[in-house]
């Protein structure tokens, strides 16, 4: 969690500097544009689908000390990844005139000439790193599933200081250009940090070739093909978003990227570090046959970030402005940029406790060997995404509201419907899932972010008075404050915990 907080901060001084550089103008538009692709790809063949379906696999190989067995596999796997991905890579560099005009741009009928021809040379040049992310993405299952979480949560920080450099060193020369080799150059970083914890594991080695008739590279595919296609109806929600946003006032397809970083913040921090160690040990309870463990540990992993997302809720929704001038407003990002970005934050953020609760229960699905069911939940939520997100977006241009920001809610609405179905379909596969325990802990919570509301709406009079810097501090330390003495009034066992956690490392030093 804490890599993953560094990793945030250093993400967060990124978009500052992009932020600075282009503000909410068309070439940052094309940019984004351009990466979705890539990204797309990546999650498809490498990313989350991959993940999901290597790390049962291997960590049931190491629980069961076949090492040799794991190591076979994880170099078949990543033989695999190197392969595929670079061959799609190449056909999407040929066909990017095409990929830009009628998939991303297809809802742009008055696509300006010189915008195609820009968002074409920047795919390409983005497209380097999608196989390069491939392999890093299978390196962090592999230190994952060791047990080994700090320098895969780095690797984020590393891809972050690769688009530092390319805005310090690039961008003044080669301009958005500049920016998209920041982009590969964070993917090469982004391995590379990794590669000293692979060579201190025990047992490793590398064999050059495809084991397609190795039965758990079979079994990596079986698990994978349900999930690829759970990750491609999410990537697809992405992919519209962006078509939706393109074909919107200049800016929008920026401020819904900028706001979506905004609230993945707390979210990395809160749910992806906590369900990025959770998967491990829930797939070694499930190896070991320990179900009724693995129902204990789900249901305290639901309570933490159910108490740790509530709060970061409510300071982002009402700091929302404060927090988006203080950070961005400077250079070309003006204030029509400051309103478009908080906006789509306001919405986005609404849908934190659903997106967290996804996370975790996703990651208990896979560990159980169970991708179909996240799979179908998740490719029905991401259908009526789409569907909400030209609902929504004609909504709010029709009673006079900026439609990006129907983009967000869209998204809010089907993940808290998507996480409301995991919850109930898991619940009946582990016979309960300590529900009362959970409830107990969304009412505490509950209560203490309402509190937690009124101290911000009394900071918040004070706009007009004191600057944003002291407004967003004030608030984040009165409402924290407040947050944890009602917790800790309502004898809330997490708070206690951690507090003994505290004192024994005090008494250490």
Known sequence: MIAFVLSNLIGLVRQILVSRTFGTNQALDAFYAAATFPDLLFSLLAGGALASAFVPTFTGFLANEKRDDAWRLASAITNLVILILGLVSGLAALLAPTIVRHILFVLKPDLDPALQ?????????????????????????????????????????????????????????????????????????HLL????????????????????????????????????????????????????????????????????????????????????????????????????????????????????????????????????????????????????????????????????????????????HDTKTPVIVGTLAMGLN??????????????????????????????????????????????GIEGKSIANGFIQASIASLAMTVILLLCLRLTAVIPPWLLVLSGITAGGLIYALILTSLRVPEVRSLLRFVQRRIQMI
């Open 117 to 189: 021809s820009m968002t074409v040379e920047l795919l390409r040049i983005i497209l380097i790193a999608p196989t390069i992310f491939g392999v890093s993405g299978l390196l962090m299952s592999i230190l994952n599933t060791h047990q080994k979480f700090w320098l895969p949560a780095l690797a984020p920080v590393f891809n972050w200081v690769g688009w530092i450099l390319a805005i310090f060193f690039l961008v003044p020369s080669m301009g958005i250009y500049g920016l998209a080799w920041g982009y590969v150059i964070g993917a090469i970083l």
């Open 193 to 368: 940090v990794q590669v000293p914890g692979l060579l201190r594991l025990q047992g490793r080695r590398y064999v050059p070739s495809f084991e397609l008739d190795n039965p758990a590279v079979s079994e990596v595919a079986r698990l994978m093909a349900p999930r690829l296609l759970g990750v491609a109806a999410v990537q697809m929600n992405f992919v519209v978003n962006a078509m939706v946003a393109a074909s919107q006032n200049e800016g929008s397809l920026t401020a819904i990227n900028v706001a979506r970083m905004l609230m993945t913040m707390p979210l990395f921090v809160i749910a992806q570090a906590i369900a990025t160690a959770a998967l491990p040990t829930f797939a070694a309870q499930v190896a070991r046959g320990e179900l009724g463990e693995m129902r204990s540990s789900l249901a305290a992993t639901l309570r933490g970030v159910i108490l740790l997302s509530l709060p970061a809720t409510v300071g982002l929704i009402l700091l929302r402005q404060p927090i988006v001038a203080l950070l961005f407003q400077r250079g070309e990002f003006n204030e029509r940029s400051t309103q478009m970005v908080s906006w789509a934050l306001l919405w986005y953020t609404a849908g934190l406790l659903g997106h967290a609760i996804v996370e975790i229960l996703s990651r208990a699905f896979y560990a159980l």
């Open 386 to 431: 789409v569907i909400f997100s030209f609902a929504f977006a004609n909504l709010f241009s029709q009673i006079g509201w900026m439609p990006h920001g129907g983009l967000a809610l869209a998204n809010s609405f089907a993940t808290a419907l998507e996480g409301a179905a995991l919850f109930i379909l898991m619940r009946k596969r582990l016979n």
